[in-house]
Structure formats: structure tokens, C-alpha cells
């Protein structure tokens, strides 16, 4: 499979034949893509990394954005080399024994702090900045449509048969000010702003807090 050419760069300008923060995968001919120079291996690290381009398993995850500890092989060798492990923690008591005492610093917690202080020293990857921005994006939105559905229900608790409804005739009608309508509501008034930006309906700077409010002439 044939390079196209550079598709982005690394922060030191390095020339990237596959965009940072992701690792192309061919599932078909389970092969991964280097970004260095664009070719497709069965495995990169040191078979390939070190003896062609020079640099390590690690400093090539750091420099292309990946992961610290992001496979850079196949699929299909990720899974045989999980079988094997467990193969050898089967067969072999010793490495069971190293396993257990890992197990055990797990528990009393020096593993964790001994992470937390490496990765204080370490930059965080573009693969793993982009992990959490969809996280926060999916909690954000998450939280956002518990929100509206609460008010949904106090509205409709107090006889309106939508939010909108509610907006259209606190609002639009009896021209409320914005705290009362999220004092009624039991929310914030910029959630109340918010929802008068989705709706179309303002807001009318005149009546948010702090303002006073004027009659239409």
C-alpha cells in the first residue's frame, strides 16, 4: 500500500504521513501505518522504528501524539500476545508470584502514586486530549438533557404542556424578568437565557437581573 504524501506534522515540524494522535489500522491486512514515512508493518517498535528511522517506541508515540502506552502493532498480534501471557501465568509460578506482588502495590496504592508522579511529568497526548474533550463533550451533553427535562416537568407542573410553552407565556406574554421565570423554574437564569436563545425568543437584556425593566411604547 502506497503512501499519499504528508498529511500533518509534528509539533517540532517533523512531516507526518498520517495525522497525529491516531494510529491507521488496515483490519483487512492487519497492518498499522507509520508515520514517519508512511509505510505499512505488521508491527512497528523497534523492527521498524529504531532501525529505520532511529527513534524509540516511546519517543515516537510522544512525537506523533499517541498514547504512552498505545500498541503499535496489529490487532491480530495484540491478541496472540495476550494469549501468551496467559499462557505463561499459567505455566510459569515465578511470574504469577511478580504478578501478585504488582497486584499487591496496587492495592496499597504505591503503583498509583508512583503513575501519578510520572505523568505529572509527562505531556499529555494529543490521543488522550481528544479522549477527554469527548468525554466532557458526553457528560456535558448528558448533563445538559437532565437538566432541560427537569424543567420540562416543573413546567408542566405548573400547567403548561411543554417548556416552550411555558417560555411563550411567562416570557412572551406576561414579559417576566429572567430571574423570576428561573426562580419559578429552580435553575440557573443563564440556563433560562440559554433556553431563550434556543427557542427564539431573546433574551431581552432589559429584564435580566440587575436591570431594570422598561414598557414597550
Avoid at 504528508?6 to 494522535?21: I, K, N, S
Avoid at 511470574?95 to 506482588?101: C, G, P
Amino acid at each position: 500500500m502506497a503512501a499519499r504524501g504528508y498529511v500533518d506534522q509534528a509539533v517540532d515540524g517533523t512531516p507526518l504521513y498520517a495525522a497525529r494522535g491516531e494510529l491507521p489500522v488496515d483490519v483487512d491486512e492487519q497492518r498499522v501505518q507509520c508515520h514517519l514515512c508512511g509505510g505499512w508493518y505488521r508491527a512497528l517498535g523497534s523492527s521498524h522504528l529504531w532501525r529505520t528511522h532511529g527513534v524509540t517506541a516511546d519517543a515516537y508515540r510522544e512525537l506523533v501524539g499517541l498514547r504512552p502506552r498505545h500498541p503499535l502493532w496489529a490487532s491480530d498480534l495484540i491478541e496472540a500476545h495476550s494469549e501468551r501471557l496467559h499462557a505463561r501465568l499459567v505455566a510459569e509460578p515465578r511470574l504469577r508470584s511478580a504478578m501478585a506482588k504488582g497486584h499487591a502495590l496496587a492495592r496499597r496504592g504505591e503503583l498509583q502514586r508512583e503513575a501519578m508522579s510520572r505523568l505529572g511529568e509527562r505531556r499529555t497526548s494529543l490521543e488522550r486530549e481528544r479522549q477527554l474533550a469527548a468525554a466532557g463533550a458526553r457528560l456535558g451533553n448528558g448533563r445538559a438533557a437532565a437538566f432541560r427535562r427537569r424543567c420540562e416537568l416543573r413546567a408542566e407542573a405548573l400547567g403548561f404542556t411543554d417548556l416552550a410553552g411555558y417560555y411563550q407565556r411567562r416570557y412572551g406574554d406576561e414579559r417576566r424578568r429572567l430571574d423570576e421565570i428561573a426562580s419559578e423554574l429552580g435553575c440557573a437564569e443563564s440556563a433560562v437565557r440559554g433556553d431563550l436563545q434556543r427557542l427564539g425568543l431573546g433574551p431581552d437584556r432589559t429584564r435580566s437581573h440587575g436591570a431594570r425593566w422598561q414598557s414597550p411604547r
